[in-house]
């Protein structure tokens, strides 16, 4: 032990606490979100909650976080009942959360970051005494980071890895993750996740997992409960179960092999044939439709994020511009969905000049799935049938006299969409921001996509969605190319480039720096330039590769 | 101990949302009346009686309730002051300083339009009022979505120089020289006033007021206009992805909320004063906020809110009379009731807690003031 008094007391001995969940339910409205579930987390285990988008888990995790205080149902850890009453409650209990956004104050160190956390703190900070305390925490630690780096610069690997650091550090035993990974690329992913599984093995934590990824959930996780629908419908052991039955559990049993995701069909290819349809039929692909001509703009900060951006996207034809988190993809997507001014470039649309306004949007069919489609797309507050409603509501069909909405026509819309995209919501008349993340991205989606699309402009469209939903919207994609139009696919998922991407474009530091071959694109050399090190890789190398 | 709750009935959720609704501001005026009672019983006087007496000096005779209207009748009018810019997702607080303006702007009009036909006269009065009253308060909407400034210090400080200018016109270039102890300009003369409303003692702002609202909610809840705004309200990068035009709204509805204002300020000219002098400057503007919030920014309910709060102002001078009580003890009350609106509307989407039954749960939405403040329009 470090000689240093540590305001950080030394982690307990033992295991952690034993979590169980005994019946919860909870209601919203007239909806059943949870119906009698229990969840058992064993001490030192990482337990994976599996379910469709919708599916409760959640709400589950915020009941035990104390965010939502179930209908009815128990909350044990170790052999005492607890009913946290609020997420700083059920902190001091040691249970923690990790969520999908961020938590970090971006302009402090994360040095600073950590020790705000903490609960009680003294009135005045002994920074001395602090940072000696935080070197012997870290020194404890599977994993090292840099305290003095401001968060913002960080990327959002590490600042999802300081998020759980920040669990550590606040003794947290029980560790609960909400789709830590939908940020990540799986590199990344890959590295938060085995470092969770070995302090799991080691004793210091149990961590309960959502995740929808199957490859994630039979790589790391021990344990698997599957919900479906508020309830609960399956459990085991991860190698009992293979993951066409935690498909087959998460569906219902109704799904069929197609709509399996790739991982549970095979563990060992990502994107089979099907998936790899990619529209190549060379009659397919028309004129020119969006010409994108040395485009420029700046970041929050002023700092230029594109410097000269020129691309091309064909009608039928999906183009995928890949790239890591913070090379200016974000900023591409925004100037194209009117929320970030361009400082310089031009882009054009069925030869006409394009702007972001409203008419010309009408006009030229333009249509926008921007990622977190809450914060992007949507007002939380407003329904479901409003939300669907953003493109349209002033067009003469949902208007009398040009000016005067029609509530009924644009409720039926909703309805249609609703049915069609099979978005799971109490109603349409629910304000958009408490349906599930997938379901919001399938409203989305489905205003996005209703009547002619010429040109639709996507990004990471199935962050956070369940394997059916991925291969649905992927296939939704695919049939607006098939209706000719042009697609701009922005994901930070190579995979999902990879399976639908007619091109694929690679973007670092605000250029395009690299096509990948029609035929034949390389992972590994699209994984070099998207990293920066395209420069280092010669032509022949590639082909040596491949 | 087991944690089992009855779970809410059917449709609980709709029902105790519109419930709560009301019962937030509802339980607000409730604190505020016992707060307001505990100040008075301090002041030495009888509680019992107090409340006697304001009930009897707003509400208690015909008489009593018409004075009470012609308080209400601007205060609806500054309410939409707040309100409008607040379906933006904006905090206006600029009503007093659009109401001044519109009143001068008005005696100006009346003054130049001299002899013509009083229908002729009061129409160029309101036309300038709101004019006016618009362009000061568009001013405001412009400063927040393109220049990026704080719309509730911009309005705030745009009422002094708005009081400002009023004072220095009305004490110097338009002085009227007969006016001597309380300077004011010309009187626009007995031709041009605007009449009482047949059958009533109160002038026809009353029914400026009630259509303000009315046309307000209207444009707000059903058009197509009123959706954009909601939606920039709501979530303004999700109205630039609709691309919608962001800034345009946010200053027509601040606009439509400043001509509001001004036209208060032209029925009070026209109707109670005849002339511009400083007592238009009693604070309409700034109780217009109140009763703004106190509406939950909605513009069907600045009616009543308007009538209760005018009921206050009307008690005000019975309550020095028979309670002697300083004649700013409505005041206080109107103080007390605006700290609690605001602390109690926190509680927001947290009252069902509290409730025997349904727990409704809804993550709870912020306070919307407070959300307003640091959402940008741009
Ligand atoms: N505050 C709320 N009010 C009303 N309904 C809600 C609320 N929160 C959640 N729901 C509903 O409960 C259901 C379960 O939501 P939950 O967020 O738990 O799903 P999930 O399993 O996490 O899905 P996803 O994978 O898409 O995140 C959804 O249908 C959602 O619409
Ligand atoms: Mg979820």
Redesign the pocket.
Same mark, same amino acid.
């Given at each position: 032990m470090s000689a240093v008094p540590s305001p950080v007391a030394p982690p307990r001995r033992g295991s952690p606490p034993l979590l169980e969940a005994d019946r919860l339910s909870k209601r $919203? +409205?007239n $909806?059943l979100?949870l119906d009698d579930v229990s969840l058992r987390v064993e001490p030192g285990r990482v337990h994976a909650l599996l379910?469709?988008?919708?599916?409760?888990?959640?709400?589950?995790v915020k009941c035990i976080m104390g965010y939502l205080t179930p209908d009815a149902g128990r909350i044990r850890l170790g052999d005492r009942e607890v009913l946290p009453k609020s997420p700083r409650h059920a902190q001091s209990l040691g249970i923690g959360m990790v969520y999908q956004h961020f938590t970090l104050v971006p302009n402090m160190t994360v040095r600073e970051n950590l020790v705000l956390s903490r609960p009680r703190l003294p009135f005045v900070v002994d920074w001395a005494t602090e940072r000696a305390a935080l070197a012997s925490f870290l020194a404890r630690m599977p994993f090292q980071v840099d305290l003095e780096a401001p968060v913002r610069s960080l990327s959002a690997g590490e600042k999802q890895k300081i998020e759980i650091l920040k669990q550590l550090y606040l003794e947290s035993r029980v560790v609960i993750l909400d789709?830590p990974t939908s940020v990540l690329t799986p590199a990344e992913a890959d590295h938060v996740l085995s470092m969770l599984h070995q302090m799991a093995r080691a004793g210091e934590i149990s961590v309960v997992l959502?995740t929808?990824k199957f490859r994630e959930v039979t790589q790391f996780a021990d344990e698997v409960t599957v919900?479906r629908r508020?309830r609960k419908v399956g459990h085991g052991g991860v190698g009992d179960l293979t993951p066409s039955a935690m498909a087959d559990m998460m569906m219902g049993g109704a799904s069929k092999s197609s709509s399996l995701p790739p991982s549970a069909r095979s563990s060992e290819h990502e994107a089979p044939a099907d998936e790899r349809d990619r529209g190549t039929d060379e009659g397919a692909i028309g004129h020119a439709r969006v010409l994108i001509d040395d485009l420029h703009a700046e970041d929050d900060l002023g700092v230029p994020a594109l410097r000269g951006v020129t691309l091309e996207v064909r009608s039928g034809e999906i183009v995928g511009v890949a790239a890591i988190a913070g090379n200016g993809q974000e900023e591409l997507v925004e100037v194209l969905a009117g929320q970030r001014m361009k400082t310089a470039g031009t882009v054009t649309v069925s030869g006409a000049e394009y702007e972001p306004k409203r008419a010309i949007m009408r006009a030229l069919n333009v249509r926008c799935l921007p990622e977190e489609p809450l914060r992007n797309a949507c007002v939380p507050t407003m329904s479901v049938a409003d939300n669907m409603a953003l493109r349209v509501f002033d067009e003469p069909r949902y208007t009398a006299m040009g000016w005067l909405l029609s509530r009924k026509k644009i409720a039926q819309t909703a309805t249609t969409l609703v049915g069609e995209y099979g978005i799971?919501?109490?109603s349409i008349h629910?304000p958009i921001g408490?349906?599930?993340? +997938?379901?919001v991205q399938r409203a989305v989606l489905a205003r996005e996509l209703e009547g002619k699309v010429d040109v639709l402009i996507a990004a990471n469209p199935c962050m956070?969605l369940?394997f059916a939903a991925v291969a649905e919207i992927h296939a939704r994609i695919r049939a607006a190319r098939d209706r000719g139009a042009a697609v701009l696919l922005v994901s930070a998922d190579l995979d999902e480039i990879l399976a639908l991407a007619t091109r694929i474009l690679v973007m670092s530091e605000g250029r395009i720096v690299y096509e990948a071959p029609l035929e034949g694109a390389e992972p590994a050399v699209i994984g070099k330039y998207m990293a920066g090190h395209g420069a280092h890789v010669a032509p022949d190398e590639r082909h040596a590769s491949s | 101990m087991t944690s089992t709750r009855p779970a809410a009935g059917d449709g609980a959720g709709r029902f105790s949302a519109s419930v709560e609704a009301a019962a937030v501001p509802l339980l607000g005026l409730a604190v505020s009346f016992a707060l307001f009672g505990v100040f008075v019983a301090v002041a030495g006087a009888n509680v019992g009686d107090v409340y006697y007496q304001m009930v009897r000096g707003s509400f208690g005779s015909w008489f009593s309730f018409q004075n009470t209207l012609v308080r209400a009748a601007p205060l609806m009018l500054t309410a939409l002051c707040t309100a409008l810019p607040a379906q933006v997702g904006l905090v206006v607080i600029g009503g007093e300083g659009a109401l001044v303006l519109g009143a001068l702007a008005s005696v100006i009009a009346a003054h130049a339009l001299g002899g013509a036909n009083p229908w002729v006269v009061l129409f160029a009065m309101a036309g300038a009022g709101c004019v006016v009253g618009g362009a000061w308060i568009a001013a405001v909407g412009a400063l927040r979505t393109l220049r990026g400034a704080n719309e509730t210090i911009s309005s705030l400080l745009l009422n002094y120089i708005a009081i400002g200018v009023f004072k220095h016109v009305v004490e110097g270039p338009l002085r009227d020289p007969a006016s001597l102890n309380k300077p004011s300009t010309r009187p626009i003369g007995e031709a041009n006033a605007l009449g009482a409303i047949p059958g009533l003692d109160v002038h026809w702002g009353l029914v400026y007021g009630l259509i303000g609202c009315l046309a307000a909610y209207v444009l707000m809840r059903r058009s197509a206009f009123g959706f954009a705004a909601k939606v920039i309200g709501g979530n303004a990068r999700a109205a630039q992805l609709g691309g919608l035009a962001v800034s345009k709204i946010v200053i027509v509805t601040c606009a439509l909320g400043g001509a509001a204002a001004g036209l208060a300020g032209m029925a009070e000219v026209a109707a109670v004063h005849g002339t511009a002098n400083a007592s238009i400057i009693v604070g309409y503007g700034y109780t217009g906020i109140l009763v703004a919030f106190l509406a939950r920014q909605h513009p069907l309910a600045i009616v009543p809110v308007a009538v209760l709060i005018g009921g206050v102002g009307a008690s005000g001078g019975l309550l020095q009379r028979a309670e002697h009580l300083p004649d700013a003890t409505v005041n206080v009350l109107q103080g007390i009731l605006f700290v609690v609106i605001l602390a109690i509307e926190t509680l927001r989407g947290r009252l069902a807690t509290f409730l025997p039954r349904a727990r409704v749960?809804?993550?709870s939405a912020p306070n919307p003031a407070a959300k307003a403040a640091c959402s940008k329009a741009a």
């Open positions: $919203f +409205g $909806f979100a379910g469709e988008n919708g599916a409760g888990k959640s709400t589950l789709e959502i929808h919900l508020g799971r919501a109490p629910t408490r349906l599930s993340g +997938g379901n956070g369940d | 749960t809804s993550e």
